[in-house]
C-alpha cells in the first residue's frame, strides 16, 4: 500500500468509526485553499466526541529544518531549500474525561525531486489517566515494535519532552505511542502498521471509556488538559509558527488543532 491509499483508507474509517462512537455526532467537511497549499478538515461533533478534527494537508515550496522538536518535520526560516509535502492529522477529543485524548499527527516530505521522508508522533494524552488503559496501548505498540525488529523504548523516545513545558507538573505525553523522525521509503511499512494499530487500540479505549460516570471534579480535569494542550500549541509548537509563516489561514490551524473547551 502507497501513501496516498493509506491516507485515504484512514480518513474514511475514522470518519465512520468516530461517528458510529458518538452516535449522535455530526461532520461537516471543509476545503481550505492557500497559497502554499490545501487542507482538507472533517470535523466531528456530539455525542461522545466534543471534537475530532481529521486533515489531510498538501503543501508545496515550503522551507524547511528537520531538526527534531517540530510536530510536523517543519519550520519556516527564511530563504532555504524548499519542499513539497503532505500532512495527515487528526485530533480527538473526547467528551467523556476517562477516555484520553487521541494525538494523530504524521507528514512526509521531499526536497526537490528526492525520495520522501516519513515523520510520526502518536501518544495519548488523558485527563482522567486510566493505567490499565495506557499499559494495553503501550502492548500493542511494543508487539509492532517486535514485528519489524525494533527496540520499544527508541521508537517512543522524546515523546515526553516534545509535548512538555518547563511551568507544567507533568507533561501530556504518555509515551505509549511512536515518535518516528525522517523514515526513509523503505520503512512505510513500519510507518502505516504503526498508525493503523494506535488507531485501532484508540478506538478499543473509547468504546470501553465513553459511557463511564464522571462528574466536575473529572471535567475539569480534562479542561485543564485542554487548556496545556492550546498552551503547547501556542508557545511552543513549531509547526504552528511554520503555518503562520507561510500564510495558512488561521481557519485552517484553529480547526485542525484547537480543543473544543479550555481553562487556564
Not at 481550505?32 to 461522545?48: E, L, N, P, S, W
Not at 510536530?71 to 467523556?96: C, I, L, T, W
Not at 478506538?203 to 473529572?218: A, N, Q, S, V
Request: glycine residues 8%; proline residues 4%; neutral net charge.
Amino acid at each position: 500500500m502507497n501513501v496516498l491509499e493509506f491516507v485515504k483508507e484512514m480518513k474514511e474509517k475514522a470518519t465512520k468509526e468516530l461517528l458510529a462512537i458518538s452516535k449522535t455526532g455530526k461532520s461537516i467537511e471543509k476545503t481550505y485553499k492557500f497559497k502554499i497549499g490545501q487542507a482538507d478538515i472533517v470535523t466531528i461533533r456530539g455525542g461522545a466526541i466534543e471534537k475530532a478534527a481529521i486533515t489531510h494537508m498538501v503543501f508545496r515550496g515550503l522551507s524547511i529544518d528537520r531538526a527534531p522538536g517540530a510536530d510536523m518535520g517543519v519550520k519556516y526560516s527564511g530563504e532555504e531549500e524548499r519542499a513539497d509535502g503532505m500532512v495527515y492529522q487528526m485530533e480527538v477529543f473526547p467528551e467523556n474525561p476517562y477516555c484520553p485524548m487521541g494525538h494523530f499527527n504524521t507528514e512526509w516530505s521531499r526536497k526537490g525531486s528526492g525520495s520522501y521522508q516519513y515523520t510520526m508522533n502518536l501518544d495519548l494524552f488523558p485527563a482522567v489517566r486510566v493505567e490499565e488503559d495506557l499499559e494495553g496501548m503501550k502492548r500493542l505498540m511494543d508487539g509492532v515494535a517486535d514485528r519489524f525488529g525494533r527496540n520499544r523504548e527508541k521508537l517512543r523516545e522524546g515523546l515526553d519532552v516534545h509535548y512538555n513545558m518547563k511551568h507544567w507538573a507533568f507533561p501530556l505525553a504518555t509515551k505509549v505511542g511512536y515518535k518516528l523522525i525522517a523514515l526513509e521509503e523503505r520503512h512505510v511499512d513500519l510507518f502505516i502498521e504503526a498508525y493503523r494499530t494506535f488507531f485501532s487500540g484508540y478506538l478499543e479505549i473509547l468504546k470501553k471509556r465513553k459511557d463511564t460516570p464522571f462528574g466536575e471534579t473529572e471535567s475539569g480535569l480534562k479542561l485543564e488538559r485542554n487548556g496545556k494542550w492550546l498552551e503547547y500549541l501556542t508557545l511552543k509548537d513549531d509547526a504552528i509558527k511554520a503555518a503562520q509563516a507561510t500564510g495558512i489561514p488561521p481557519e485552517v490551524i484553529i480547526g485542525l488543532s484547537y480543543p473544543p473547551s479550555a481553562v487556564f
